[in-house]
């Protein structure tokens, strides 16, 4: 037979033992029963999900924020540009208006000198005949009182007598005339090859004065020097023609008549005649 010790400490045992899955009532630790935990797993996993989604979201909004601003940036400097082409075009513009301006008026002014070269010409023709007059009847008069004007004349003779016409021609660079405007440049080369011409006309009419020196030293030539010298009157000279040749020169043509070159060759031998 068993002690009943023994009975009590079985019966504590079984007793504990069937009492260990109940709940112990006053406890705050329960036990969590296993749907509640399944439901807590999931409530979390849900609350992760949608801070991820809102992380995400969060970034995607910052990078479209960034993406707007860099587009805006670059739209203002687009607009920036296309002002500043739009003020230098502008600028071309009125740059532009400026030089058909200027070119205009050189035009102007160049119309305008032509006219008042045309007019200087035409007055200085009618001058020249009326000094042709004045001199021819001069000359009459001394070759009728004047003994030492005939033995000049009679001196130039061979001269005097030839009557053909004589022309010169006078060339001048454009490029080198002293203005800014090409136009009054192309007159100044026109005036230069003119006067060019008149030279030529005189060496004609008159001859040249040439004046060499040449020095020997030991049958050894040490210098060679040439001068050079046309003087005389020229009148009565007409334009033949104005030409340019090629692109930066202008080429004029003078005309003299025989008779006016008689009477300029007969003017020189009086003065001649004179001299002696």
Do not use: W
């Not at 399944?38 to 609350?47: G, I, M, P, T, V």
């Not at 005939?150 to 060339?171: K, N």
């Not at 060019?196 to 004065?209: C, M, P, T």
């Amino acid at each position: 037979m068993k002690s009943p010790m023994t009975l009590i400490c079985i019966s504590s045992t079984v007793f504990l033992i069937g009492c260990s899955g109940m709940p112990i009532i006053g406890d705050t630790h329960l036990p969590i029963p296993k749907s509640q935990s399944l439901a807590d797993q999931e409530f979390r996993k849900q609350h992760e999900a949608s801070e991820t989604s809102s992380t995400s979201k969060s970034v995607k909004l910052a990078s479209m924020d960034l993406s707007l601003k860099k587009t805006v940036a670059e739209r203002l400097a687009a607009d920036k540009a296309a002002t500043l082409a739009k003020r230098d075009r502008l600028a071309a513009d009125r740059a532009a208006n400026m030089a058909v301006g200027e070119r205009k008026a050189a035009e102007r002014a160049a119309d305008r000198a032509s006219k008042e070269r045309s007019l200087l010409v035409a007055a200085a023709e009618k001058a020249v005949d009326d000094k042709l007059i004045e001199l021819e009847s001069q000359a009459e008069l001394d070759r009728m009182v004047d003994p030492d004007a005939m033995r000049g004349e009679s001196l130039m003779q061979p001269l005097v007598e030839r009557r053909a016409a004589i022309t010169a021609t006078g060339y001048a660079v454009i490029s080198i005339q002293h203005h800014t405007i090409p136009a009054q440049q192309r007159l100044l080369a026109i005036r230069a090859s003119k006067l060019d011409a008149y030279r030529g006309l005189s060496e004609q009419v008159f001859g040249q004065y040439l004046d060499a020196t040449t020095t020997v030293a030991d049958m050894v030539i040490k210098s060679d020097v040439f001068r050079t010298k046309v003087e005389g009157i020229i009148y009565g000279a007409k334009v033949v023609s104005i030409n340019p040749v090629g692109d930066d020169t202008y080429e004029t043509t003078l005309s003299l008549a025989g008779v006016i070159v008689e009477d300029l060759r007969r003017y020189y031998a009086e003065q001649l005649a004179s001299a002696y």
